[in-house]
């Protein structure tokens, strides 16, 4: 039995229909899946939680960085905002322009020319390098000593280890300023007056006044001298490198000292002779009630000088001994059997090997002098706390520009120092291959 045409495309039409209802319910159903995935990643994003993000470690970082810089802030345009308002009320103005007023006051020292007529600025300079000067002669006597006793401390010999030990125990342990008012009320002002000075020749003459040397006087073609003294002082470094280099290269070592003392020696005194004589010496001499001439060194710059070498030289002592102590005993054993003598031993194994531990220390120590030489106000040697800080402060009443200053002087100087120990702390330092 056979379909007719009719019925044929009713059947088709039928099934057209169904399909089309089949497709129309599965794009509503991928519809509302995917509607319902999108509800259900909706309500998976994570809501705001203020909770969290206070205990977020990178928010709470910065919230209290901020804190602290806004309350750093505030405490200082609050000390600042008062200062300023206490010194318009008692009439005292700000600036720095008290430095080109006339001081009319003397200073006993000065390395530069000064008198009563300069400006507080020349004072400024006077009291600084008045400040430098205590600072480098005391690093410079403090090293030489101290390295001295350091080394002494551990000698064979009995009494010279126990006489450095008793010097370390006795100098440390009491405080600098009595050591410097020691040595300027005790020693020093017990010294003779003028006319019973203690003399060495007709030259140097040592009193209650102070200690008074030959001063050099330059004239017409000295500089051609200077010159002389610099080539030679190039030619003896440049041995010293030449006999490093050779010594690195073939292991034997090459003594220097008697060319390079020849060379020191003669070129300079050869062109002295040929300039004729461009460069003399003026010695002091006792006119009235002082010596006059030459150079003198008040006693005040005697004693804080003593004060601060012993002082300080007692605490690099004990650097210097536990630096040589670091050393394996190996080393010294090793060149023991080599057949170096003690010294050399010393001078060319263990210390330069023990520097790698002194030097961090002493850069403390050297930073201690430096502050430590503020105490010269208490027997009156016109650094710069007692020049600057002292008269020109109770003169111009400019506390804080004066006081601020010195601060920072003392700050470049303390800078300077560790910059210079560091640099040498790394030239020396071990470095791996």
Known sequence: MTLSEAEFYTVSNKDKAQNELLKINDQASVKNKTQECGIHAENSKPSFNLRSLIYHPGVRSIFFQALLILSV???????????????????????????????????????????????????????????????????????ILGFAVGIARLSKNWLLSRLANVYIEIFRNIPLLLQILFWYFVVLQALPSPRQSLALGDMIFLNVRGLFLPAPVFETGYQVVIAALVMSLSIVVAIQLWARRKQQQSGVQIHTWRYSLGVLVAIPSITYLLAGHPISLEFPELKGFNFRGGIGVMPELFALLIALCIYTASFIAEIVRSGIRSVNHGQTEAAGSLGLKTSHTLRLIVIPQAMRVIVPPLTSQYLNLVKNSSLAMAIGYPDLVSVFAGTTLNQTGQAIEIIAMTMAVYLTISLLTSLLMNIYNRKIALVER
Not at 96 to 108: H, P, R, S, V, Y
Not at 112 to 118: F, H, L, P, V
Not at 137 to 142: N, Q
């Open 73 to 143: 802030g505030l405490f200082l345009y609050t000390v600042v905002n008062n200062a300023l308002d206490n010194l318009e009320q008692r009439g005292i103005a700000t600036g720095f322009e008290f430095l080109n007023q006339t001081a009319g006051f003397g200073i006993g020292m000065s390395l530069i020319e000064y008198n009563e007529s300069y400006t507080y600025g020349r004072t400024f300079l006077v009291g600084l390098l008045n400040t430098v000067l205590v600072a480098v002669l005391g690093i410079t006597f403090a090293t």
